[in-house]
Nanobody
Framework: QVQLVESGGGLVQAGGSLRLSCAASGRTFSWSTMGWFCQAPGKEREFVSAISWSGGRTRYADSVKGRFTISRDNAKNTVYLQMNFLKPEDTAVYYC???????????????WGQGTQVTVSS
């Protein structure tokens, strides 16, 4: 069984930064793809970023390229999302997810965290 716990959300002004963390339990973390998704009020959940098991490959949604950076520390079973130059439209609940298949993709995630709220004020 895998459990994912996000932290680091909060309220920030436009142009500011936040760093989200996702701590994972379970032995599958080190060889799993990890992803971040977000869901704004009234909208469907959408892909933000993903990172391969080694950290050597990453993928980003066009809307966050150049502003967000995903990273992981397998020794700590933790994945991070550094969010810079935040915009009001980034306001959403951010979810961490794990894909045990190891495929770097926007779909196919088996486990999800409970989410952390990010609010960007204008």
């Amino acid at each position: 069984q895998v459990q994912l716990v996000e932290s680091g959300g909060g309220l920030v002004q436009a142009g500011g930064s936040l760093r989200l963390s996702c701590a994972a339990s379970g032995r599958t973390f080190s060889w799993s793809t990890m992803g971040w998704f977000c869901q704004a009020p009234g909208k469907e959940r959408e892909f933000v970023s993903a990172i391969s098991w080694s950290g050597g490959r990453t993928r980003y949604a066009d809307s966050v390229k150049g502003r967000f950076t995903i990273s992981r520390d397998n020794a700590k079973n933790t994945v991070y999302l550094q969010m810079n130059f935040l915009k009001p439209e980034d306001t959403a609940v951010y979810y961490c997810a794990l894909a045990s298949s190891g495929v770097l993709s926007t779909t196919g995630y088996d486990y999800w965290g409970q989410g952390t709220q990010v609010t960007v004020s204008s």
